[in-house]
Protein backbone atom coordinates (compact mmCIF):
# COMPACT_ATOMS: atom_id res chain seq x y z
CA UNK A 1 0.00 0.00 0.00
CA UNK A 2 1.33 3.81 -0.80
CA UNK A 3 2.55 5.56 2.18
CA UNK A 4 3.37 9.57 2.53
CA UNK A 5 7.30 9.23 3.22
CA UNK A 6 8.95 12.31 5.31
CA UNK A 7 12.30 12.66 6.72
CA UNK A 8 13.80 12.83 9.14
CA UNK A 9 11.68 11.09 11.61
CA UNK A 10 13.89 12.79 14.53
CA UNK A 11 15.98 16.39 14.71
CA UNK A 12 17.13 17.62 17.38
CA UNK A 13 18.89 21.58 16.77
CA UNK A 14 19.84 24.44 18.60
CA UNK A 15 18.15 27.86 18.69
CA UNK A 16 18.92 29.69 16.03
CA UNK A 17 20.20 26.97 13.47
CA UNK A 18 18.21 26.13 10.36
CA UNK A 19 16.24 22.81 9.42
CA UNK A 20 14.51 21.09 6.32
CA UNK A 21 12.29 18.32 6.37
CA UNK A 22 11.37 16.66 3.57
CA UNK A 23 7.87 14.90 2.35
CA UNK A 24 7.08 12.65 -0.48
CA UNK A 25 3.17 12.01 -0.76
CA UNK A 26 1.67 9.07 -2.57
CA UNK A 27 2.41 8.64 -6.17
CA UNK A 28 -0.26 11.10 -8.29
CA UNK A 29 -2.01 12.80 -5.10
CA UNK A 30 -1.61 16.54 -6.04
CA UNK A 31 -2.54 17.96 -3.20
CA UNK A 32 0.10 18.24 -0.20
CA UNK A 33 -0.21 19.27 2.93
CA UNK A 34 2.25 20.49 6.12
CA UNK A 35 0.59 20.10 9.77
CA UNK A 36 2.45 21.23 12.55
CA UNK A 37 1.59 18.99 16.18
CA UNK A 38 2.20 20.65 19.53
CA UNK A 39 2.45 18.10 22.11
CA UNK A 40 -0.91 16.85 23.38
CA UNK A 41 -3.11 18.91 20.47
CA UNK A 42 -4.32 18.48 17.41
CA UNK A 43 -2.82 19.16 14.32
CA UNK A 44 -2.94 22.58 12.71
CA UNK A 45 -2.69 23.35 8.94
CA UNK A 46 0.77 25.14 7.97
CA UNK A 47 0.90 25.23 3.99
CA UNK A 48 -1.63 23.95 1.46
CA UNK A 49 -0.57 23.31 -1.86
CA UNK A 50 -1.89 21.91 -5.06
CA UNK A 51 0.42 20.66 -7.23
CA UNK A 52 3.33 23.37 -7.15
CA UNK A 53 1.43 26.41 -6.08
CA UNK A 54 0.52 27.58 -2.50
CA UNK A 55 -3.57 27.32 -1.58
CA UNK A 56 -3.38 28.47 1.53
CA UNK A 57 -0.10 29.63 3.90
CA UNK A 58 -2.17 31.87 6.30
CA UNK A 59 -0.81 29.97 9.27
CA UNK A 60 2.70 29.71 8.40
CA UNK A 61 5.07 31.95 10.03
CA UNK A 62 6.47 33.72 7.61
CA UNK A 63 9.92 35.40 8.79
CA UNK A 64 11.54 31.82 9.42
CA UNK A 65 9.17 29.24 7.80
CA UNK A 66 9.06 28.19 4.14
CA UNK A 67 7.64 25.77 1.92
CA UNK A 68 8.17 24.48 -1.89
CA UNK A 69 6.83 22.01 -3.73
CA UNK A 70 9.02 22.52 -6.92
CA UNK A 71 8.11 20.32 -9.69
CA UNK A 72 4.64 19.12 -8.21
CA UNK A 73 5.71 16.18 -6.08
CA UNK A 74 8.04 15.99 -3.36
CA UNK A 75 8.15 18.89 -1.00
CA UNK A 76 10.60 20.55 1.40
CA UNK A 77 9.70 22.82 4.56
CA UNK A 78 12.73 25.13 6.11
CA UNK A 79 13.01 27.00 9.51
CA UNK A 80 15.12 29.47 9.91
CA UNK A 81 16.31 30.41 12.37
CA UNK A 82 14.29 27.74 14.87
CA UNK A 83 13.18 28.73 17.94
CA UNK A 84 12.36 26.67 20.96
CA UNK A 85 8.66 27.12 20.37
CA UNK A 86 8.70 25.33 17.04
CA UNK A 87 9.24 22.27 19.00
CA UNK A 88 6.83 20.03 17.76
CA UNK A 89 6.05 16.69 15.30
CA UNK A 90 5.62 18.51 11.91
CA UNK A 91 3.18 16.19 9.66
CA UNK A 92 2.89 16.20 5.95
CA UNK A 93 -0.56 14.80 4.19
CA UNK A 94 -1.60 14.45 0.67
CA UNK A 95 -4.98 13.61 -0.94
CA UNK A 96 -5.82 13.00 -4.39
CA UNK A 97 -7.96 16.50 -4.93
CA UNK A 98 -8.68 19.19 -2.60
CA UNK A 99 -11.69 18.35 -2.03
CA UNK A 100 -14.20 18.79 0.83
CA UNK A 101 -14.28 15.04 0.92
CA UNK A 102 -11.14 13.64 -0.19
CA UNK A 103 -9.19 11.64 2.56
CA UNK A 104 -5.72 13.20 3.78
CA UNK A 105 -3.19 10.54 4.22
CA UNK A 106 -0.34 11.10 6.73
CA UNK A 107 3.08 10.59 6.79
CA UNK A 108 4.99 9.25 10.00
CA UNK A 109 6.17 12.87 10.92
CA UNK A 110 9.28 14.61 11.95
CA UNK A 111 9.46 15.60 15.64
CA UNK A 112 11.52 18.06 15.54
CA UNK A 113 13.57 19.10 19.55
CA UNK A 114 15.22 22.62 19.52
CA UNK A 115 17.05 23.15 22.37
CA UNK B 1 -6.78 28.54 15.57
CA UNK B 2 -8.73 25.27 16.65
CA UNK B 3 -12.27 24.59 15.48
CA UNK B 4 -13.39 21.57 17.62
CA UNK B 5 -12.73 20.59 21.36
CA UNK B 6 -13.15 17.00 22.50
CA UNK B 7 -14.21 15.42 25.45
CA UNK B 8 -12.90 13.80 27.24
CA UNK B 9 -9.44 14.62 27.28
CA UNK B 10 -8.48 11.51 28.38
CA UNK B 11 -10.38 7.98 28.89
CA UNK B 12 -9.73 4.67 30.39
CA UNK B 13 -11.65 1.39 29.69
CA UNK B 14 -11.18 -2.17 29.96
CA UNK B 15 -10.82 -4.13 27.00
CA UNK B 16 -14.78 -4.80 25.71
CA UNK B 17 -15.92 -2.21 27.33
CA UNK B 18 -17.52 0.63 24.66
CA UNK B 19 -15.39 4.39 24.42
CA UNK B 20 -17.58 6.87 23.52
CA UNK B 21 -15.56 10.04 22.23
CA UNK B 22 -17.44 13.88 21.66
CA UNK B 23 -16.62 16.42 19.40
CA UNK B 24 -17.97 20.23 19.15
CA UNK B 25 -17.26 22.43 16.53
CA UNK B 26 -17.78 26.46 16.05
CA UNK B 27 -18.62 27.47 12.37
CA UNK B 28 -21.08 25.70 9.97
CA UNK B 29 -19.50 21.94 8.32
CA UNK B 30 -19.70 20.39 5.33
CA UNK B 31 -18.67 17.30 6.95
CA UNK B 32 -16.63 15.90 9.63
CA UNK B 33 -14.16 13.38 9.92
CA UNK B 34 -12.33 11.48 12.46
CA UNK B 35 -8.97 10.16 12.47
CA UNK B 36 -6.45 8.19 14.57
CA UNK B 37 -3.18 8.59 16.00
CA UNK B 38 -1.10 6.04 17.31
CA UNK B 39 1.70 7.40 19.99
CA UNK B 40 4.30 9.17 18.15
CA UNK B 41 2.78 8.35 14.42
CA UNK B 42 0.67 10.11 12.08
CA UNK B 43 -3.13 10.05 11.36
CA UNK B 44 -4.78 7.52 9.94
CA UNK B 45 -8.46 8.32 8.60
CA UNK B 46 -11.42 6.51 10.45
CA UNK B 47 -14.50 7.83 8.83
CA UNK B 48 -16.49 10.71 7.18
CA UNK B 49 -19.86 11.88 7.95
CA UNK B 50 -21.65 14.24 5.57
CA UNK B 51 -23.48 17.54 7.61
CA UNK B 52 -27.06 15.78 5.82
CA UNK B 53 -25.91 12.63 7.53
CA UNK B 54 -26.98 11.71 11.22
CA UNK B 55 -25.54 8.61 11.98
CA UNK B 56 -22.72 6.56 9.97
CA UNK B 57 -21.35 3.13 10.44
CA UNK B 58 -17.99 1.27 9.65
CA UNK B 59 -17.10 -2.06 11.55
CA UNK B 60 -16.78 -1.26 15.40
CA UNK B 61 -17.30 2.61 14.67
CA UNK B 62 -20.95 4.16 14.94
CA UNK B 63 -20.39 8.07 14.18
CA UNK B 64 -23.54 10.52 15.09
CA UNK B 65 -23.52 14.18 13.96
CA UNK B 66 -26.07 17.01 15.08
CA UNK B 67 -25.77 20.36 13.24
CA UNK B 68 -28.02 21.91 15.22
CA UNK B 69 -25.67 21.33 18.39
CA UNK B 70 -22.71 21.45 16.14
CA UNK B 71 -21.26 18.39 18.15
CA UNK B 72 -20.43 14.88 16.62
CA UNK B 73 -19.33 11.71 19.19
CA UNK B 74 -17.47 8.29 17.90
CA UNK B 75 -18.31 5.15 19.59
CA UNK B 76 -16.12 1.91 19.48
CA UNK B 77 -18.07 -1.00 20.15
CA UNK B 78 -16.09 -4.09 21.74
CA UNK B 79 -13.12 -1.83 22.46
CA UNK B 80 -9.02 -4.01 21.97
CA UNK B 81 -6.00 -2.96 23.14
CA UNK B 82 -4.99 -2.17 19.95
CA UNK B 83 -7.55 0.44 19.47
CA UNK B 84 -5.37 2.49 22.52
CA UNK B 85 -4.49 5.83 20.49
CA UNK B 86 -5.60 9.02 20.39
CA UNK B 87 -8.68 10.24 18.31
CA UNK B 88 -9.30 13.51 16.48
CA UNK B 89 -12.39 15.23 15.00
CA UNK B 90 -11.60 17.22 12.10
CA UNK B 91 -13.69 19.72 10.02
CA UNK B 92 -14.42 21.87 6.87
CA UNK B 93 -15.96 24.91 6.72
CA UNK B 94 -18.35 25.83 4.66
CA UNK B 95 -16.48 28.97 3.21
CA UNK B 96 -13.81 26.41 2.18
CA UNK B 97 -13.69 24.62 -0.70
CA UNK B 98 -9.88 23.64 -0.42
CA UNK B 99 -10.04 20.76 1.65
CA UNK B 100 -8.87 22.45 4.58
CA UNK B 101 -9.23 20.40 8.00
CA UNK B 102 -9.16 22.15 11.51
CA UNK B 103 -8.70 19.21 14.04
CA UNK B 104 -9.74 18.91 17.67
CA UNK B 105 -7.37 18.77 20.99
CA UNK B 106 -8.14 15.31 20.67
CA UNK B 107 -9.24 12.44 23.09
CA UNK B 108 -6.70 9.82 24.25
CA UNK B 109 -8.34 6.22 24.71
CA UNK B 110 -6.30 3.58 26.99
CA UNK B 111 -7.93 -0.20 26.28
CA UNK B 112 -6.03 -2.45 29.25
CA UNK B 113 -5.88 -5.57 28.56
Known amino acids: EAEVAQSPRYKITEKSQAVAFWCDPISGHATLYWYRQILGQGPELLVQ????????DSQLPKDRFSAERLKGVDSTLKIQPAELGDSAMYLCASSLEPDIEETQYFGPGTRLLVL | SQQGEEDPQALSIQEGENATMNCSYKTSINNLQWYRQNSGRGLVHLILIRSNEREKHSGRLRVTLDTSKKSSSLLITASRAADTASYFCATDRVSSNTGKLIFGQGTTLQVKP
Open chain 1, 49 to 56: FQDESVVD
